[in-house]
Structure formats: structure tokens, C-alpha cells
């Protein structure tokens, strides 16, 4: 079964959740941003070449103009393979563990994964970003050398940044695998 919802990011912006349950014991969430605006790619670009027309025209040097266009044209393709983030995914298998993948605007993905014997909880936390609160979903792992401890907390679509309307429909999804995997585990 497959669903998809809008929701909105910290800054108001539109992301699109969609949701595929495969089985009671997996799921997979892919939040995915607005793709590159042409707009504002024209605006970043007619900047700095019109800068760089000012230098030229003040200092009367060719190589100011070609300087600015390879630094516009590294700039983008540096942005769009590092930086711009099309889509997160999240899918959880509660035999097997957690992976999340983040899809650049290049095309290019960024795969992690963390196995099930190493989640201890999936939570929503809560943090101080651009002086107002925020909320992140985060997997905490659990410490091998003490049991009730956390050895570290992975945040979950951390370019995509939505609200926590959109975190709570994620959240339970994933409480529900969990139940489920410490049911069958602990069931002889």
C-alpha cells in the first residue's frame, strides 16, 4: 500500500511524504524537497556576472569575465552534487535494521545503514535552530558496553527539516515496527 501527503518544512516550504508499507514488519518513508528553482538559479547567476561586468569594466581585464563564469559553473555543479538534496528516505525492516538514503539533485545517494540489534529507540527530540524550536526525528543506539545507555543519536532527514505534523506520521509508523520486532523477539 502506498500513500502520499504534503506537508511543510520549518521555513514554510512544501515537502511531499510518501508512504509504502510493504509488510507489518516494513515500511519506507521518502520525504522529498522542491526540486532547484530557475528563478532563483538565474538570480545567483545575472549577480555574479554582473558583478563581474563591473570589474571588467573597471579594471578593462578579459579574465574577470571568465573567472566569474567557471566559478557560476562549479559553483552549481559543487551545489547540486554536495549540497542540494532532492529526496530522504527511511526504510525500516524489523528483522534487519534501518536505512536511510538521501538522494542528491547530481543524482547522486548517500546510503547508511544501522542494524536492528544496535536500535535501542526511535524518538522525536527537540532543539534551539535560528532562535526558535524545532523538532527532528532521531534514532538512538545503544551503548555496547552499558546496556541502558546511548552510545549515540542519529538524526533522521536532516536537509529536509519538517515539522512535526510530518515527524509524528513517521514516528508511530515506526513505534509500530518496533512493538512489533520486540513482540516476535522475545515470543519462543
Known amino acids: 500500500m ?3 501527503r504534503s506537508f511543510s518544512d520549518i521555513c514554510g516550504g512544501r515537502l511531499a ?3 509504502r508499507y ?3 514488519s516494513c515500511r ?3 520525504l522529498s524537497c522542491p526540486r532547484l528553482s530557475l528563478r532563483s538559479l538565474t538570480a545567483v547567476t545575472c549577480t555574479v556576472w554582473l558583478a563581474a561586468y563591473g570589474l571588467f569594466t573597471l579594471c578593462e581585464n578579459s579574465m574577470i569575465l571568465s573567472a566569474a563564469i567557471f566559478i557560476t559553473l ?3 555543479l559543487g551545489y547540486l552534487h554536495f549540497v542540494k538534496i532532492d529526496q530522504e528516505t527511511l526504510l525500516i525492516i524489523d528483522s534487519l535494521g534501518i536505512q536511510m538514503t ?3 539533485a547530481s543524482g547522486k545517494e548517500s546510503t547508511t545503514f544501522i542494524e536492528m ?3 535501542k529507540d526511535i524518538v522525536i527530540n527537540e532543539a534551539i535552530y535560528m532562535q526558535k524550536v524545532i523538532y527532528y526525528l532521531c534514532i ?3 551503548d555496547p558496553v552499558e546496556p541502558h545507555g546511548i552510545s549515540q543519536v542519529v538524526p533522521v532527514f536532516q536537509s529536509a527539516k519538517p515539522r512535526l505534523d510530518c515527524l509524528i506520521e513517521v514516528y508511530r509508523s515506526c513505534q509500530e515496527i518496533l512493538a512489533h520486532q520486540k513482540a516476535t523477539s522475545t515470543s519462543p
Open 117 to 119: 540489534g544496535k536500535v
Open 28 to 30: 519506507e518513508f521518502c
Open 22 to 24: 510493504y509488510s507489518p
Open 17 to 19: 511524504l510518501q508512504r
Open 140 to 142: 538512538l543506539l545503544k
Open 102 to 104: 538521501s538522494s542528491y
Open 2 to 4: 502506498e500513500d502520499e
Open 74 to 76: 562549479l559553483g552549481l
